[in-house]
């Protein structure tokens, strides 16, 4: 079955700065790459997702990058903010037209944001 | 609120007694999953309804652990004669069927076996 590992498991950055968090996986069969945000004691929310056919995806300050041949992806947040403060999780799923198949989670980084 | 619901939010329990939990997925979501997160770790998939089918389960959903959607609307998870290593985060989350969609998640219900 899939394998998500997640580096790095803590990070702390000054207000302002960059995180990136990246993530591999194991089953090439993998095509749809989602990446949680989960603050203390609620849900996980949905931030940002791409698909196996695009190499990277924006939104504002939030980007995702994506390499097939190295099975590797990450999470690049920009001019961060302490309200960015969360535990971020990437998941990788393969998707299929008829079923619908389970997310594979990484064990989460923790970001904290210093003001 | 229309998202996803759980009930209850928090249960505790003793060892060897039974659970029930609940979970609402947004009315026109036919896919359904459910989840458990231990602290500090990702949740990890347990099973997954479409509609009233049941169609996947993990190796982690041991016999003790079932599942029903009987009505393909809400669905119920059950733990029989709880152990300690139970005590975790259940998460149920709900999707559209078509391709690429988002699962969202439920607040979830934490479960402490004492």
């Known amino acids: 079955g899939e394998n998500v590992e997640q580096h790095p498991s803590t990070l702390s950055v000054q207000e302002g700065d960059s995180a990136v968090i990246k993530c591999t996986y194991s089953?090439?069969?993998?095509?749809?790459f989602p990446w949680y945000k989960q603050e203390l004691g609620k849900r996980p929310q949905l931030i940002i997702d791409?698909?196996?056919?695009?190499g990277e995806k924006k939104d504002q300050r939030i980007a995702v990058t994506l390499n097939k041949t190295a099975k590797h992806f990450s999470l690049h947040i920009t001019e961060t903010q302490p309200e960015d403060s969360a535990v971020y999780f990437c998941?990788?799923?393969?998707?299929?037209?008829?079923?619908?198949?389970?997310?594979?989670f990484g064990e989460g980084t923790q970001l904290t944001v210093n003001p | 609120d229309t998202g996803v619901s759980q009930d209850p939010r928090h249960k505790i329990t003793k060892r060897g007694q039974n659970v029930t939990f609940r979970c609402d997925p947004i009315s026109e979501h036919n896919r359904l999953y459910w989840y458990r997160q231990t602290l500090g770790q990702g949740p990890e998939f347990l099973t997954y309804f479409q509609n009233e089918a049941q169609l996947e389960k993990s190796r982690l959903l041991s016999d003790r652990f079932s599942a029903e959607r009987p009505k393909g609307s809400f669905s119920t998870l059950e733990i029989q004669r709880t152990e300690q290593g139970d005590s975790a985060m259940y998460l149920c989350a709900s999707s559209l069927t078509s391709s690429y969609n988002e699962q969202f998640f439920g607040p979830g219900t934490r479960l402490t076996v004492l």
């Open positions: 998941a990788a799923r393969v998707m299929e037209e008829t079923s619908g198949s389970r997310l594979t």
């Open positions: 791409i698909r196996s056919n695009v």
């Open positions: 089953d090439s069969a993998s095509n749809y």
